[in-house]
């Protein structure tokens, strides 16, 4: 029997962010099943048809690389992904994709994302919590950035937010892109506060394009220009995506260790 591990992620265009955290977590996530073949897709399109256009990277697309472990001789099959959330990317891009590959493979197992139920936030707190706390200190303020999603039927971002108030950290704030609850928590919060200073961080595993431009960028509707508009001046970005953390690499782990079969 050939056992293949393959690990999935959204993707991003940015090589440096790249090669921290994506590639860190396939690196770490590989050396736990060392007796498995290792394989990567991604599930975004767009970001896989720009780096090939570019020729920096070729990516299969989840069902290419089934395609490929089939020629290959893979029968037994892991796959974890590198996904935040069980919401449209994960749904639609790997779990539809393996209920119509499954009948293929004699076994496969497909671990969670990120923040896959309240455990998964739980823990992200107490991390967020190690990571930032002495920078934030009494007197600064963190804002977070979450991409957001339409498609989770419990908000994980409202409930981290929640949840780090609940801890004690009111200085830590959680925001979005998209969908809720978008920017008003942090410039609401920055009001309250008055912090002398504003670190902004991605809350996603990548610090690419959204950490780049939607957050530390120069444009009008990036949220240090916003912060920036309504008086704060002392804004720090730190742009260093999650998947950086070897602590949120170890929840990726624990995740494939646990992988539910299909």
Not at 73 to 87: A, I, N, R, S
Not at 243 to 256: F, K, N, V
Request: hydrophobic content about 40%.
């Amino acid at each position: 029997m050939s056992k293949a591990l393959l690990v999935v992620s959204f993707g991003t265009s940015v090589a440096e962010t790249r090669e921290k955290t994506i590639t860190a977590i396939e690196r770490e996530v590989q050396s736990a099943f060392p007796e498995r073949t290792f394989y990567r897709a991604w599930t975004s399109g767009y970001l896989r048809n720009r780096l090939r256009e570019k020729g920096e990277l070729l990516v299969d697309a989840p069902a290419e690389a089934l395609e490929r472990m089939l020629r290959e001789g893979v029968t037994d099959l892991l796959v974890q992904p590198t996904h935040m959330l069980p919401g449209k990317e994960f749904n639609d891009g790997i779990l539809k994709t393996l209920e119509q590959w499954k009948g293929h493979f004699d076994w496969i197992a497909l671990g969670a994302p990120l923040l896959a139920e309240q455990g998964d936030v739980e823990t992200l707190a107490d991390i967020l919590e190690q990571i930032f706390s002495s920078l934030v200190g009494e007197r600064n303020l963190l804002a977070l950035m979450g991409h957001g999603s339409s498609a989770s039927v419990c908000n994980p971002y409202l409930q981290l937010g929640e949840l780090l108030e609940k801890k004690g950290l009111g200085r830590f704030c959680v925001g979005t892109v998209e969908h809720c609850p978008g920017f008003a928590p942090v410039v609401q919060r920055a009001k309250l506060l008055r912090p002398d200073k504003i670190y902004l961080a991605p809350l996603m595993v990548v610090a690419g394009e959204h950490a780049l431009h939607d957050l530390a960028g120069r444009t009008e509707d990036s949220w240090r220009s916003r912060l920036e508009r309504e008086g704060f001046q002392q804004i720090v970005p730190l742009l260093k995506g999650l998947g950086e953390y070897p602590a949120l690499r170890e929840m990726y782990i624990a995740h494939a260790r646990n992988a539910t079969i299909l």
